[in-house]
């Protein structure tokens, strides 16, 4: 069956469908990952989006129990050069195909991505609409043109409830905006006793659970469509310690009176590189975020940088000394991605463990 990629620019892609039939819109993203297609379909961040992977063969290995980020995909569609029918691998247990018609999510082969990207890199990100019909490209796209985006990101993809994952370590509340399973693996791995909330948790809620530390998750959107989770995170900043990933890191930054900024087409991809200022060390690291804490709006806040991306010079990473916080706009969990900064979680964690230690000092005395 036929498909078309219409873009708000006028810009029509015709292709191949697979996946799910009908019409999704969303807005038009690149990825720059060579694997990790499973991982980048279930990741909520990508919610609400068409995604494009700038790797030409997609579906080759199928798809598996084990590497989901969540537990259902949230993007809005899926664009590919090539889409391959018949994968090979021992884990396979589904099609690429079967998994988009299972969650409705509409596919589009056989476009010209290479195009598609520099499209993107030269105007930025566009609205987009993956089709099936015959509605003329001209009207689709005065359409998209005039259609907002959808800015509910993070209550469509955060847990509608509270739940535990209870571990014999430090009791960690991670503020679910979006959390890729990565994060629980990684604290889980490490003993934690992990207890995951909604989105818009309220101060007082986290503070009767009685946790150790806070740790705010990656998520879609624009951290400003939350404005109760950055009054949430400025209650609490200073009474626990905190660690903030991707849209966590934003809203902290938020939280302490500085400012984001939406980008022009944003840091997607397994491969950004990332310079840690304290010691000048270069870490390859995995990244999807659309917005950036605006360097000029640091000054005053208390926050200091401590990462920075090597390709354009954005912020990737802040400290708070005086409040025990800390944030990186990138992923330290991967998940597609390599695991260079996984010792991240270890440092959160020897931050929690002196700050009970100065709890229980200051007690005894």
């Known amino acids: ?14 292709g191949e469908a697979f996946g799910a039939v009908g019409d999704r819109r969303g807005e038009v993203v690149f990825t720059t990952g060579m694997t990790g297609y499973q991982e980048v379909l279930s990741d909520p961040s990508f ?17 598996n129990r084990d590497d989901f980020e969540a537990v259902r995909p949230f993007i809005h569609g899926f664009v590919v050069r090539e889409h391959c029918e018949q994968p090979s691998n021992w884990r396979s247990a589904q099609t690429l195909d079967q998994l988009l018609k299972a969650y409705d999510i509409p596919g589009i082969s056989g476009v010209d991505t290479r195009m598609l990207t520099r499209k993107i890199r030269h105007y930025g990100t566009l609205r987009g609409m993956i089709t099936t019909s015959d509605t003329p490209a001209q009207e689709l796209a005065a359409e998209l043109a005039s259609t907002p985006l959808i800015t509910d990101q993070v209550s469509r993809v955060s847990t509608k409830s509270v739940f535990s994952c209870p571990g014999a370590g430090e009791r960690i509340v991670l503020i679910d905006y979006g959390a890729k399973h990565g994060i629980l693996r990684e604290l889980t791995k490490r003993g934690c006793d992990v207890v995951v909330t909604p989105y818009d948790v309220t101060a007082e809620e986290i503070r009767r659970i009685q946790p150790d530390g806070i740790l705010l998750s990656n ?23 905190l660690f903030g990933i991707c849209l966590g890191h934003q809203l902290l930054a938020l939280a302490s009176g500085a400012d984001t900024t939406k980008m022009k087409f944003g840091h997607r991809g397994g491969n950004h590189p990332v310079k840690e200022l304290a010691t000048g060390r270069t870490y390859i690291t995995a990244q999807n975020h659309g917005y950036a804490v605006a360097a000029e709006s640091i000054q005053g806040t208390g926050l200091e940088v401590t990462h920075v991306a090597l390709n354009d010079g954005t912020i990737e990473g802040l400290r708070h000394p005086g409040k025990q916080a800390f944030s990186v706009q990138y992923h330290p969990e991967a998940a597609p991605g390599p695991y260079d900064s996984g010792y991240l979680f270890d440092q959160f964690l020897e931050m929690v ?12 005395r």
């Not at 989006?49 to 798809?63: E, F, S």
């Not at 624009?222 to 900043?237: A, G």
């Open 353 to 364: 463990a002196r700050a009970k230690e100065e709890k229980t000092y200051a007690k005894a």
């Open 219 to 241: 998520g879609p959107g624009d951290p400003k469509d939350v404005p109760q989770s950055i009054e949430t995170i400025r209650q609490l900043l200073g009474e626990f310690p």
């Open 47 to 63: 919610c609400g989006q068409l995604v494009v992977m700038t790797y030409p063969l997609i579906g080759n290995y199928g798809i």
């Open 1 to 14: 069956m036929r498909a078309r990629l219409i873009l708000e620019d006028g810009t029509e892609c015709i």
